[in-house]
């Protein structure tokens, strides 16, 4: 069981390229969200989907977009990266509809991105 | 809205001593309180979480915390550690039936000396 997958690993992006990060789960999680980590700060939600079909905003979104065509996927896109876009990205699934908010997210094992 | 502090950003510790790791966190609505390890160059797993019941909560790995509602508090613990307890600690909190959305600390470091 695979869990939850993160595609690049590693990635050095040129200021105002653009890029994917590919996130699939499959434990057929209904929840998935992106954090990205930065040091001191911990983990901030940049978007997240409680279904396939629908994203909405976290706390930190702008510069990225997301879309949820499948219940399995749920990939990041920069569409002009910026240096303060260095980070390292991490996707999360959970088991859990709407308002439900107690169950423990799987995190994959992250992608680190590096913006010149 | 809320938000969670965690008041050591490092705590080093010997081999078999005992540690705590402060969290501290505030909202004005209800919340669950988690804490997640993270290893090296990995993702995060959940140590324990705290959703209602008992204020003592043991975890995976030895760990347990104490919720402590009127110091706002969420302090983890483990009586005896070993070198591969080494990883950053994470205290999170979510709204209780507003979505799974986690708002994190800003982590510890723990680093288990021989």
């Known amino acids: 069981n695979a869990g939850v997958t993160q595609t690049p690993k590693f990635q050095v992006l040129k200021t105002g390229q653009s890029m994917t990060l590919q996130c699939a789960q499959d434990?057929?999680?209904?929840?998935m969200s992106w954090y990205r980590q930065d040091p001191g700060m911990g983990l901030r939600l940049i978007h997240y989907?409680?279904?396939?079909?629908?994203?909405d905003q976290g706390e930190v979104p702008n510069g990225y977009n997301v879309s949820r065509s499948t219940t399995e996927d749920f990939p990041l896109r920069l569409l002009s990266a910026a240096p303060s876009q260095t980070s390292v990205y991490f996707c999360?699934?959970?088991?859990?509809?709407?308002?439900?908010?107690?169950?423990?997210?799987?995190f994959g094992d992250g992608t680190r991105l590096s913006i010149l | 809205a809320q938000s969670v502090t965690q008041l050591d950003s490092q705590v080093p510790v010997f081999e078999e001593a005992p540690v705590e790791l402060r969290c501290n966190y505030s909202?004005?609505?209800?919340?669950?309180l988690f804490w997640y390890v993270q290893y090296p160059n990995q993702g995060l797993q959940l140590l324990l979480k705290y959703l209602s019941g008992s204020t003592l909560v043991k975890g995976i790995n030895g760990f347990e915390a104490e919720f402590n509602k009127s110091q706002t508090s969420f302090h983890l613990r483990k009586p005896s550690v070993h070198i591969s307890d080494t990883a950053e600690y994470f205290c999170?909190?979510?709204?209780?039936?507003?979505?799974?959305?986690?708002?994190f600390g800003g982590g510890t470091r723990v680093l288990v000396k021989p």
């Open positions: 999360a699934s959970s088991q859990t509809r709407d308002s439900i908010s107690n169950q423990p997210q799987h």
């Open positions: 909202s004005s609505v209800s919340v669950y």
């Open positions: 989907s409680v279904g396939a079909g629908i994203t």
């Open positions: 434990m057929n999680h209904e929840y």
């Open positions: 999170a909190v979510s709204v209780v039936a507003a979505g799974n959305k986690l708002t």
